[in-house]
């Protein structure tokens, strides 16, 4: 019987699946079974819009149509956690079953202690991560370091450090590494993130580990919880997936790959960080870049942790309106209410129409807080920071002594790990 902490190779039975899947197809699959058994009433997942750049997120209910949703889409950069929050009602009354990248299950823990999501409805098949490709940059990198046109790409996919893309004529993979040194290659966020192999989600399916005549053919899953293992066990048992044991040595190498990856995770944040510098110096680079911002809220709209009926950022309080760049207050009021929580996800940077790194500002200050707390957001429904901090009694110690200091609480005693 399958249980939690079960590692295996799977593959589907279906045919119309494993034609478009990535690996084996377990994902799509289990999927289809999940629908069909009842165990959800509906799947979200990423499918290809107009072309391979256009990555659209659609919530299927009808198994039928889950096979084109199949294979994985390298230039998908959203995140589902807040389309299942605002569209779909924070999963209060519907059961959901969702594919996520490690930062969708995050920013899913992260709705969760809010209460904004309710996580009993919802079961996360994760896949692991190296990393993924903002469009509008994969087709300058495709133009202009494969020489090839991005339109006439039919396929592209990240294997053995390459990205390799298909195209009318050829194929080309180019390392990643030489791309990322030319400045392509994957978001800056994903370079700098350590959610490779997503546990928080109820299985966790990827390429790694798998070797020998399964190569290319099995989806590897390590079952991260008992939701996950009663899925495994019942799609085995109704034939929708075929298992085995992983080969050992299977194992030993994805432990090595997931270990390299954590590394290369480390040695991007010390770049990008040390770009930034410190103290002051940091705050002028941070003013800088921002004074570019057109206050369009395309952050705010994206980001996981921003849900606010209303956003202080729109108080004339504190941001006065009418006045572009907005005045600072506008990111600092970020700052205080989001980087404890932070998870890395990039939309407030992929979508910032001024290019402004809206993520790494955000991502090093949680960094900074981490070291400080101890407190990892994303990782499980341990509370964040600003969960210790009782407003009533802060606003009236304010008032008492006019200390703004309003982690003081928090900084002493140090907060529960
Ligand atoms: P399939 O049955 O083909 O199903 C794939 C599922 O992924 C579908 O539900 C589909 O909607 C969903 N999907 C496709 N694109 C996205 C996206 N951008 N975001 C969210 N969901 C998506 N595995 C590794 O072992 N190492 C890696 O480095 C690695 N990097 C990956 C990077 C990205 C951006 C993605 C999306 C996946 C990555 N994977 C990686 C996982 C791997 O590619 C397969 O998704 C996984 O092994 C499942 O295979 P399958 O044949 O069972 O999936
Ligand atoms: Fe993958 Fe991490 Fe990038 Fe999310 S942030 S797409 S999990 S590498
Ligand atoms: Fe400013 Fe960019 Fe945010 Fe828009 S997305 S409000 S331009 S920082
Ligand atoms: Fe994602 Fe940016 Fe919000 Fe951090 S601040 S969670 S990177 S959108
Ligand atoms: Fe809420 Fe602050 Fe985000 Fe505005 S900036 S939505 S107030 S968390």
Known sequence: MTKKGDMLYAWTNDAEI????ELGG????????????????????ITKGTDLYDAQPVLVTDPKELANTAGSLHCGTLLLPKLVKKYLDGAANMKIGVTVKGCDAMAFYELAKRKQINLDNVIMIGVNCGGSVS?????RMIA?????????????????????????????????????????????????????????????????????????????????????????????????????APNPKGLEIRGKVEGAMLKLGDKWRKKDFE?????????????????????????????????????????????????????????????????DSCVNCGQCEELCPSEIPNALFMHAQQVELEKMFGHVPGLDMELPLHAFVEEKAERARLANTGSDMIYENVFSPVPKK
């Open 275 to 339: 770009s930034l510098g410190e103290g002051k110096e940091r705050l002028k680079k941070i003013m800088e870049e921002t004074s570019r911002c057109i206050k369009c809220y395309s952050c705010i709209l994206a980001c996981p942790i921003c849900y606010c009926v209303e956003c202080t950022t729109k108080n004339p309080v504190y941001v006065k309106p009418g006045e572009l760049p907005p005045d600072f207050m506008f990111h600092l009021i970020r700052y205080a209410h989001i980087a």
């Open 144 to 244: 202009d370091k494969f020489g090839v046109d991005p339109n006439v790409v039919h396929k592209e996919e990240i294997d053995k450090g390459q990205f390799i893309i298909e195209y009318e004529g050829g194929h080309k993979g180019i390392s990643i590494d030489e791309l990322e040194e030319a400045g392509y290659g994957r978001r800056s966020n994903c370079r700098r993130c350590k959610m490779k192999i997503p546990r928080q989600a109820d299985l966790a399916c990827g390429n790694w580990g798998v070797i020998g005549p399964k190569a290319g053919k099995a989806t590897f899953i390590e079952v991260c919880s008992e939701k996950g293992a009663a899925l495994v066990a019942g799609a085995e048992k109704a034939g929708a997936i075929a298992t085995e």
């Open 135 to 139: 469009p509008v940059l994969a087709r």
């Open 18 to 21: 494993k034609k478009h899947a």
């Open 26 to 45: 377990a994902v799509t699959a289990l999927w289809k079974f999940a629908l069909e058994s009842k165990a959800v009433d509906g799947v979200l997942v």
